[in-house]
């Protein structure tokens, strides 16, 4: 009798001991199960925040200027000055960006190169990859033997799918353009533009870029036009950064006594807000 209560006795205590087990390792895995709702939950409004902070970054107007100045004196005296405004707008899949570049220097007193142009762009996304654009291009420089061009048509451009810190697009455009010699006589043809935007990202204050297009008259290849920029840029705050830049442009066909290529190499500070 004594050995049959004792025995049911350690089996009682055995299933209370069972159950208290039971109930620590439920109570254990309801606050697991707390905690990882509450991880997910932290990430999803993340998530959504960052999305909204960019839905309403994208939506500012973006203002970048870049001014480039530089004075020599003693055995050769020049000055030179260059600079650069761009303003972006976005709207839902509408994208304004418009550009304006100015270049100035003189040679002991000698004014040698005064060259101006502006550029205009309209954007519509179409996809996450591809978008319709249109460009006006105007331009004019005092010593290349052209008083102005201008070209304007429509294109088409591509974003390619690419790690965070790259941003590769490439573009085609068909062109109206209509270049007016010194002489006021006129040229006008249908051109075609290929182009190419490349940017790294290599830190996160550092950065390289590469830019590139070829204009070619559809009619005469013959006569064309390339132009290519690379650089690099380190932000030193929220609005400043100091970079370098090379500029090269080549043109097929010139007038007399002018040359094919001008090239131009900068220190720039930049100023984004």
């Known amino acids: ?55 309403k970054k994208d939506k500012e107007w973006k203002i970048k200027s870049q001014i480039g100045f530089s ?63 249109y460009e006006i291009y105007g331009e004019q420089d005092k010593f290349s033997g052209f008083n102005y061009k201008v070209y304007t048509g429509p294109g088409i451009k591509y974003k390619f799918d690419m790690p965070k810190s790259h941003e590769f697009k490439i573009g085609v455009n068909v062109l109206y353009e209509n270049d007016v010699l010194d002489d006021d006589s006129t040229v006008d043809y249908i051109a075609m533009k290929s182009s190419l935007e490349y940017k790294w990202q290599i830190t996160e204050t550092f950065s390289a870029y590469l830019n590139g297009e070829y204009r070619t008259d559809v009619e005469d290849t013959d006569v064309f036009t390339t132009v290519s920029n690379i650089g690099m840029e380190s932000k030193l705050n929220k609005h400043f950064s100091v970079g370098i830049n090379y500029k090269s442009e080549y043109v097929n066909v010139v007038p007399d006594n002018k040359e094919n290529t001008d090239n131009t190499l900068t220190a720039n500070l930049t100023i984004s807000y």
Do not use: C, P
């Open 1 to 55: 009798m004594k050995k049959i209560i004792v025995s049911s006795m350690i089996t009682i205590l055995s299933v209370s001991s069972l159950n208290a087990t039971n109930i620590t390792t439920d109570k254990e895995l309801i606050e697991l199960g707390k905690e990882y709702l509450q991880i997910k939950q932290d990430k999803i409004d993340k998530e959504i925040k960052d999305k909204k902070d960019k839905e």
């Open 71 to 133: 004075k020599t004196d003693g055995n050769t005296d020049t000055t030179s000055f260059t600079g650069l405004v761009e303003v972006s707008k976005k709207i839902d899949k509408h994208v304004l960006s418009s550009k304006f570049e100015g270049q100035y220097s003189e040679d002991s007193g000698v004014e040698n190169k005064n060259k101006i142009n502006a550029k205009l762009n309209y954007n519509y996304e179409i996809t996450k990859n591809f978008a319709f654009d």
